[in-house]
C-alpha cells in the first residue's frame, strides 16, 4: 500500500525499550516501510544494542531527541516494547519532543512515552503499530496497516468492531490508555495524565485473568476508574489458566468488574499485542457509542500528517 503518491513520508525508527530480535526481520521492516513510500530515518543499530536493551540509556534518549529534531522526518516509530522507557522518563525533555510536532507512534513499553507525553505537555501521541513486529513479519497484517495510514493521514478516524454482552451506552470525552500494566506502573508519578471524564482503553499480554482484575483495582483504588466515563478492553491473551482456578476464567472476571467498578465496560476492541490491531490517537477527542452488538468509537482533533 503507498502512502501518499505525491511525496514520500520521513519516518524515524527509534529503540527506546528493547532491541530487534529478530535482525533479518528488523531489515525486512525497513524495507516493508520503504515499499509503502516511505523514507526511513533508522536511528536504532543493532550493534550498538546494550543488555536487553536497543543502547544504553543515554543513547536511547539521543535516539529520540534525534529523530524528533530531523526536519526530514514526520513520524517517530518505536522499534518494539519490552522494557527500557521507565528508566528514560526522569531524563526526557518532553516539552522539547513536544515542541518537534512529530507524531510518535508505538504501543506495549511505548505506553510509558505516550502516557507522560500527554500528562507532561497535553500533546497527543499514537497507540499504534511497531517496526517489529508489525511491519516485519513475512505475512504483515493488510488490516493493521491500512488501519495506521488511514489514522495518521487524517484529522479524524472511526473504529467499529463487534462484540456482545455490553451495556448501550453513548459518551464522550478525551481518549487515553494503552498497556495496562505499565499504566498501573505509573500510579503516583508524574507521568500518569490526570484526566477527568476520559475514556479509558486498555490491553496486556500474557497475564493471568487475576492478575488483570488486581490491575484494575489498583487503577479503581488509585481514583483513575472513578474519573472515567468508560473502560474498553482490548486484547489480553498469551495467559494460562491454572487447576487452582475453579471456575474463576476471563469472563468471571468480567462479570465481577461490571458489578463493582464505577463505569461501564466495553469489551473486543481489536488492539493489543495482536496481529490485527488499530491505531488509537492518545489524548485525543473521542465518541462511543453502542447499539446492539456493534461498537463505534470516533477520533478527532488530533496531528496528522498533511497532504
Known amino acids: 500500500m503507498s ?3 505525491n511525496r514520500k513520508i520521513g519516518v524515524a525508527i ?26 526511513v530515518h533508522c536511528y536504532y543499530d543493532p550493534v550498538q544494542k546494550h543488555q536487553r536493551f536497543g543502547g544504553t540509556d543515554d543513547a536511547r534518549i539521543a535516539q529520540l531527541y534525534a529523530a524528533a529534531e530531523n526536519p526530514a522526518v514526520q513520524v517517530v516509530l518505536a522499534l518494539r516494547g519490552g522494557y527500557g522507557l521507565s528508566r528514560l522518563l526522569p531524563k526526557l525533555d518532553f516539552a522539547r519532543l513536544a515542541a518537534s510536532g512529530k507524531l510518535f ?10 502516557q507522560a507525553l500527554l500528562a507532561q505537555t497535553g500533546s497527543i501521541s499514537f497507540s499504534g503499530p511497531m517496526l517489529c513486529d508489525d511491519f516485519s513479519r513475512a505475512d504483515p497484517s493488510e488490516y493493521t496497516q491500512q488501519d495506521f495510514w488511514r489514522c495518521i493521514t487524517s484529522g479524524t478516524h472511526t473504529i467499529g468492531w463487534e462484540t456482545t454482552g ?5 459518551v464522550s470525552g478525551k481518549l487515553w490508555g494503552g498497556n495496562l500494566s505499565m499504566l498501573a ?10 484526566l477527568d471524564g476520559g475514556i479509558l482503553f486498555v490491553e496486556d499480554i500474557n497475564e493471568h485473568p487475576y492478575r488483570i482484575e488486581r490491575l484494575l483495582l489498583q487503577l479503581l483504588h488509585a ?7 468508560a473502560l474498553i478492553l482490548g486484547d489480553f491473551s498469551g495467559y494460562r489458566r491454572g487447576d487452582n482456578d475453579n471456575g474463576y476464567d476471563f469472563n468471571a472476571m468480567l462479570g465481577w468488574l461490571r458489578k463493582h467498578l464505577p463505569l461501564p465496560i466495553i469489551t473486543c476492541l481489536p488492539f493489543g499485542h495482536i496481529r490485527d490491531k488499530v491505531t488509537l490517537p492518545v489524548g ?3 465518541q462511543l457509542e ?7 468509537l470516533g477520533c478527532l482533533h488530533y496531528p496528522c500528517l498533511t497532504r
Open 284 to 286: 485525543c477527542d473521542a
Open 3 to 5: 502512502v501518499q503518491a
Open 223 to 229: 481514583g483513575v476508574l472513578s474519573r472515567q466515563k
Open 290 to 296: 453502542l447499539f446492539e452488538n456493534k461498537a463505534l
Open 166 to 170: 455490553n451495556p448501550q451506552i453513548s
Open 105 to 114: 507512534v508505538g504501543h506495549s513499553d511505548f505506553t510509558a512515552f505516550s
Open 185 to 194: 506502573s505509573l500510579i503516583g508519578t508524574p507521568w500518569l495524565p490526570q
Open 14 to 39: 527509534v529503540a527506546p525499550s528493547g532491541f530487534a530480535v529478530d535482525e533479518a526481520g528488523f531489515h525486512r521492516g525497513v524495507a516493508a516501510l520503504q515499499s509503502q513510500g516511505c523514507e
